[in-house]
């Protein structure tokens, strides 16, 4: 096989995570040489970097920043300004420098959200005109960082998603548009969260509640501080319910219907579908004993198969089908990554989440490849397919 | 634990969801799960709207919206406001539940007549309070299509449907003139469950799956007339849920003179097993049971010492204990006993400061 090697690959990311060591790897067992890394930082310090560092012709591989705070700090800096003209929580440069991050807790999404959105403002204008390749475009990685807006999109496209609520202010808004939409069991997302921060899966009947969530509250001199827990805290008194739900809410939240998910092996599941060049690739299952079902908070995973030998032929083609409907709409990135949950009589399916950056998956090959690896053996094609438009 | 799956065998047969578009095909050998999908509920309340969706939740002032108002005072929604003596108009409406219309389908069919088991699962937004009462109706009103119908598992729903303890019934009594032939009862969820005069000949097993048993419903059991009961499950919970079951409301139960061909006594899940365990030690009904499932609970030590001080233990072909909290001792001296024991699934208690918490399986 001969993969374009004239095409210099530049990843923006963070060159100590170890996302971009493996696909570093990947080139490297391909015989490629290694791709040219800019981090967030280096953007961050200088905007014109871009335009230095990139030849005309080039891919551009857009990574996750990862979980170092140096780079949230960044993206907070980044979003200073921004988040200074709208209401909400939010840190001023000074608070930003000043701050030590506790371990866990949940820091102003929002304005890292406009932080990170404004460097990929920034990489797409400095890119301007050089004929570059994006594997995943800026713009589909912003929509992505907003559940919002990636809503919108596939609901727009007519891709199946849970119904949504629209913006909530607060627990008594929430409760009222639960009660118009006849809707008593709701996700509530972080708009910006990832790896399932800030979510609870709220259930409401009779005046009672049962909040499955992700979120530890802590009073701390008066003052309510949220912590990211992989315990998934349960909440049932009504006024804990409502200080989480407002909590949360004062960081912009997305609701949507809980819609039950199929029961496999004694689990509930949802299933992650790594899409790359527009096919559905590797797939992961993940089986909870709790309706958030990521792997970190102590979900078990599995091959699709248990859920697909539930699943009728058709049922299975059309969840594919979605899958590369949903790669298009977004504008054909090399790999999108989507959460999706198979309804209990495992005859339909909804799209939960689309992730841009949902291919750091360790253990798992397709076709004998890794998650890495298959993207690399499929670079070629993929650029010599035809871009599609990107989306809003 | 939870509910995270449903049935995949019932009465002894493996479970399938009822597809009308492809008909009973094996009447005997598949039992079939009447369900209603998530999204075909939602599409048959948008059709209805608004009557139906506002009194899903707002049907009485004891209702969701009512206490959401009390707790803080908050405004009821305009839905509730608007129509606010609309009672129950689903009551004197026809009966046009998409689960009486599958059904009716079902029903339809002429191998329906062979049937011998049936599932009901989700019979449309039973998390929010919609209450099987229309799908009890319309078992009893398709009855006579149905007259080899044997076993019956009412609520079949998962936790990704319904919180256990929120899965709602009512009076259930019509039932037995309607399908006397059953051996088999078995529900899951206690909300305003009703048992009413629980008369059934041929019944062998009754099963009540809850995450709290009220004393009313455990009472309607006592009474009830089975002369041929062989296996009998409760499953008490908690008070948090309802459960308000004390050991002595179990004692009719115990004096063993209820139910004289009962051999399978579960009573599980129970906050209050480790009580249980003192007062079950010498009761009389040890001496015609097999086995004795206290299992799904919160045994401590203390309740497996007054188990194990009993003589009646030891008579048994069976004790099950699985989610326990018992120490490595006390499981040691439960092997020792030369019975079958099951004491899988020990669980660790929760420790907050001076408090120590062990929670039943079924505290969702």
Redesign the interface.
């Known amino acids: 096989m001969t993969v374009t090697s004239t095409a210099p690959i530049v990843i923006l990311g963070n060159p100590a995570e170890n996302r971009t060591a493996f696909f570093q790897q990947a080139l490297q067992a391909r015989g490629l040489p290694p791709a040219e890394v800019i981090s967030y930082l280096d953007l961050a310090a200088d905007l014109e970097l871009p335009a230095k560092v990139l030849s005309a012709g080039g891919v551009v591989r857009i990574e996750s920043p990862g979980r170092d705070f140096a780079y949230y700090r960044q993206m907070l800096r980044c979003g200073a300004e921004a988040a200074a003209r709208e209401e909400g929580p939010r840190l001023s440069p000074r608070e930003i420098e000043d701050y030590t991050p506790r371990k866990g807790e949940l820091l102003f999404p929002r304005q890292w959200y406009l932080g990170f959105r404004a460097l990929l403002e920034q990489m797409e204008r400095a890119t301007a005109g050089r004929n570059l390749r994006f594997t995943i475009s800026p713009d589909a990685v912003a929509v992505m960082f907003c559940k919002r807006q990636t809503h919108r999109v596939l609901r727009d496209a007519g891709l199946p998603v849970p119904?949504t609520l629209g913006p909530v202010s607060g627990?008594?808004e929430l409760?009222?548009a639960m009660?118009?939409a006849?809707m008593?069991?709701v996700f509530v997302k972080l708009a910006h969260g990832s790896a399932a921060s800030g979510t609870v899966a709220l259930?409401?009947?009779?005046?009672?509640f049962?909040a499955y969530s992700t979120v530890e509250m802590v009073e701390d001199g008066g003052q309510l501080l949220l912590f990211n827990s992989r315990r998934q805290p349960?909440y049932r008194d009504?006024?804990q319910v409502?200080r989480l739900i407002d909590a949360l809410c004062r960081h912009r939240t997305h609701v949507e219907?809980?819609?039950?998910?199929a029961?496999?092996?004694?689990?509930?599941c949802d299933l992650r579908v790594l899409v790359i060049n527009g096919e559905p690739a590797h797939a992961v299952l993940r089986k909870?004993?709790?309706?958030i079902t990521n792997l970190h908070l102590g979900g078990q995973r599995d091959t699709a198969e248990p859920l697909r030998a539930r699943m009728s032929p058709a049922a299975w083609a059309a969840l594919e089908e979605t899958c590369r409907k949903t790669a298009a709409l977004f504008g054909h990135p090399l790999q999108v990554a989507l959460d999706i949950a198979v309804?209990?009589?495992?005859?339909?399916h909804y799209v939960l989440e689309v992730n841009a950056f949902g291919d750091l998956l360790q253990g798992i090959t397709h076709e004998g490849l890794t998650t890495y690896e298959q993207q690399v053996e499929a670079l070629e094609g993929w650029m010599d397919g035809v871009p599609c438009p990107v989306v809003e | 634990m939870s509910i995270d799956e449903n049935l995949s065998t019932f009465a002894g047969k493996p479970v399938r969801d009822y597809d009308p578009e492809q008909g009973i095909r094996d009447p005997t050998g598949t039992v079939y799960r009447l369900r209603i999908a998530y999204d075909d509920y939602d599409n048959y309340l948008n059709a209805r709207k608004p009557a139906k969706r506002s009194a899903v939740s707002a049907g009485e002032s004891t209702g969701f919206w009512g206490n959401v108002a009390r707790l803080f005072g908050a405004k009821p929604p305009a839905t509730a406001n608007q129509q606010p003596a609309a009672a129950e108009p689903e009551e004197q409406a026809p009966d046009d539940e998409p689960f009486v219309e599958l059904l009716a389908q079902f029903t339809a069919d002429f191998a329906a007549r062979d049937v011998p088991a049936l599932v009901v699962g989700d019979w449309g937004q039973a998390g929010a309070m919609n209450d099987s009462c229309s799908a009890v109706r319309a078992l009893v009103a398709h009855a006579d299509r149905l007259p080899n119908l044997r076993a019956l598992f009412l609520g079949d729903i998962m936790m990704e449907e319904s919180e256990m303890s929120w899965i709602t019934h009512g009076d259930l009594s019509p039932l037995y003139a309607a399908f006397p032939r059953l051996e088999h009862l078995q529900i899951r969820g206690a909300e305003k469950l009703s048992l009413g005069d629980l008369t059934l000949p041929g019944l062998k097993t009754l099963i009540i799956e809850s995450g709290g048993l009220g004393s009313k419903v455990v009472q309607q059991v006592f009474e009830a007339n089975l002369p041929n009961l062989e296996h009998l499950e409760l499953w008490l919970g908690t008070d948090d849920y309802g459960g308000d079951t004390t050991v002595e409301d179990l004692e009719p139960l115990l004096d063993g003179v209820l139910f004289p061909k009962l051999s399978y006594l579960g009573l599980r899940d129970y906050e209050s097993v480790d009580a249980l365990a003192q007062a079950i030690g010498s009761a009389p009904i040890l001496d015609r049971i097999k086995v004795l499932d206290l299992s799904l609970g919160n045994l401590s030590d203390e309740g497996g010492e007054a188990l194990l001080a009993s003589p009646k233990i030891r008579q048994l072909e069976k004790l099950d204990l699985h989610h326990h909290y018992l120490s490595d001792d006390m499981i040691a001296k439960f092997k020792a006993l030369g019975i079958e024991v099951d004491l899988s699934e020990r669980q660790e208690a929760d420790e907050d400061g001076d408090e120590i918490y062990r929670y039943i399986a079924v505290s969702e």
């Open positions: 119904a627990f008594d409760l009222a009660e118009r006849g008593p069991r259930a409401a009947s009779n005046g009672r049962q349960q009504p006024a409502k219907a809980w819609v039950p998910k029961g496999v092996d004694g689990c509930t909870s004993h709790t309706p309804t209990p009589d495992f005859r339909r």
